[in-house]
């Protein structure tokens, strides 16, 4: 019924869109002269507000087709290299790519599709072999494709390294620094030959019990049971993963919209404002973030609830008791994976220190081996996208790479 009423409202909001939209074109079109008096460029501007607030969003594109390398501008072409039911690892290739080193960049499945790390892999293209999994919406897998949970997330990753091959480098941002650093450690329990050189986990919750934020008090103020019974929802008939559960993207969306309401109704308020006044420029700004950020997709039940128990009720990762595949992940094992912990000052969803942990954790590995990154100002999302991610977050990132047989 959830997942029935929320398709209802998306239809009837995108007829809405639609009707508000050409409204707001007849409202500002030249050859009105309407246009031109009262509170006309207002009411036209209101228009567009909702009508890109309430238009139905599908799975973004990276649009990434060129960069620049040693000055010189060369196209970039993207590639699937190898495809799985949940996910396909995608490789973006251009000429400076041959002796570049290979990053694999392990986006977040939270609700939102891969292109949320747009910002990310631009800034890494121009000196690195870049691929990111690229996760598929848990609604269009067909029931016979089997589950997908944190055990198959590790193998996963683990698979798409050994793809890539030996000598790659890993970068986990937000969600998947908990799986990453497991695969990390069992490849190295096992001597892979194709264990990453360098993991780079990036606001992500190794231990939630450091500084829990809304986020985590959210998930252990409730017992388990309570997500099973509120927030799973099955997929309707009309889609390609029908009868699957899931946990829906509309519902991932709209918990985070709540937990900051007044920035996202002031991010609107201004754009609404940019628009009276003309400056198409910085109101197109926050219509590509919000194009983004609104474009969500399902997650698998089995994968959601078990992140929900292991991750954030019971901490198993921390505590040693993580189990892959019924065996212990041992988080000594690493040896020679150089750990890179980025955290941002301001983040409200992984708070300061849970990212840091990792460094404490893997107690066999050499402290030179370790390093810890506090980014002044900087919240979750600016992180991994915006300038201070371009300016002062890469480069640390670029330079511990190259220290580390990059």
């Known amino acids: 019924m959830l997942y029935h009423a929320f398709e209802m409202q998306k239809s009837w909001l995108a007829g809405a869109s639609a009707l508000a939209t050409a409204g707001a074109q007849v409202m500002?079109?030249?050859a009105n002269p309407l246009g031109y008096f009262g509170g006309s460029p207002a009411f036209a501007s209101a228009l567009e507000v909702f009508a890109h607030?309430?238009?139905?969003?599908?799975?973004?594109r990276f649009d990434l087709y060129d960069t620049v390398v040693d000055g010189e501008t060369v196209r970039v072409t993207e590639?699937?290299?190898?495809?799985k039911p949940f996910g396909q690892l995608k490789h973006f290739k251009h000429k400076g790519t041959k002796d570049a080193p290979k990053l694999l960049i392990v986006a977040p499945m939270s609700g939102h599709y891969a292109t949320l790390l747009r910002g990310t892999v631009e800034r890494m293209l121009?000196?690195?072999d870049v691929w990111i999994t690229d996760w598929r919406d848990a609604r269009n897998v067909p029931l016979e494709d089997g589950h997908f949970d944190l055990d198959d997330y590790i193998d996963y990753i683990i698979g798409w390294l050994e793809h890539i091959g030996p000598g790659a480098h890993m970068l986990a941002v937000c969600q998947p620094s908990v799986p990453s650093y497991a695969a990390a450690a069992i490849m190295a329990a096992a001597k892979h030959e194709c264990r990453p050189r360098t993991l780079t986990m990036m606001g992500g919750p190794i231990d939630t019990r450091k500084a829990p934020t809304a986020v985590n008090q959210h998930a252990t103020t409730r017992p388990y049971a309570w997500f099973q019974e509120n927030v799973i929802a099955t997929v309707p008939a009309y889609y390609p993963g029908a009868g699957r559960r899931v946990y829906p993207g509309f519902?991932?969306?709209a918990g985070f919209m709540s937990m900051n309401l007044g920035n996202h109704m002031t991010s609107h308020w201004e754009m609404f404002k940019h628009l009276v006044d003309g400056d198409d420029e910085s109101a197109d700004k926050t219509k590509e973030f919000y194009d983004e950020y609104r474009a969500v997709c399902d997650m698998t039940a089995e994968f959601y609830l078990q992140t929900v128990d292991a991750v954030f009720q019971r901490h198993l990762l921390p505590k040693g008791e993580l189990l892959h595949r019924g065996k212990p992940v041992d988080l000594n094992a690493i040896e020679d994976i150089a750990l890179l912990a980025i955290e941002g000052e301001r983040d409200d969803i992984s708070g300061i220190g849970q990212t840091k942990a990792a460094l404490t954790l893997a107690k066999s590995l050499p402290a030179a081996k370790k390093k810890y990154?506090?980014?002044?100002?900087?919240?979750?999302?600016?992180i991994f996208n915006g300038r201070k991610w371009r300016e002062?977050?890469?480069p640390v990132v670029e330079a511990?790479?190259?220290?580390?047989?990059g």
């Open 28 to 30: 500002q079109h030249p």
């Open 53 to 60: 607030a309430a238009a139905p969003r599908g799975k973004p």
């Open 79 to 83: 590639a699937v290299e190898a495809r």
């Open 126 to 128: 121009p000196g690195h």
């Open 251 to 253: 519902l991932q969306l």
């Open 373 to 382: 990154l506090m980014a002044k100002g900087v919240g979750h999302y600016g």
């Open 392 to 394: 002062e977050i890469a």
């Open 400 to 405: 511990w790479i190259r220290g580390n047989g």
